[in-house]
């Protein structure tokens, strides 16, 4: 479908376009999202450490919205807003 918007997975793309790597003295790599307090992975190559990178923010945020947790607002995607409910007869 196109012009779907998914906004968990647009929030998880806008955070590792912020994603910061470094080559480690022992040519392993680590990589960290500033914005998302806690978010590191570590990886023998670039790939490995963007992938363990993107599987740990999915944690964080399943954990930090599970415990109600203020996460950051990045590029104006928002999670921490109260979902609407609609009444019954609505649907």
């Known amino acids: 479908m196109q012009g779907t918007r998914y906004i968990l997975s647009e929030y998880v793309e806008q955070a590792m376009a912020?994603?910061?790597?470094?080559?480690?003295?022992?040519?392993?790599?680590?990589g960290r999202i500033p914005v998302c307090k806690g978010v590191v992975a570590f990886g023998t190559t670039l790939h490995q450490c963007e992938d363990e990178l993107r599987s740990t923010l999915e944690d964080w945020?399943?954990?930090?919205?599970?415990?109600?947790?203020?996460?950051?607002?990045i590029r104006g995607i928002d999670l921490n807003k109260e979902p609407t409910r609609e009444p019954m007869d609505a649907l």
């Open 18 to 30: 912020q994603a910061l790597y470094d080559k480690l003295e022992d040519s392993t790599f680590s």
């Open 61 to 73: 945020i399943l954990v930090g919205l599970k415990f109600g947790h203020t996460l950051p607002v």
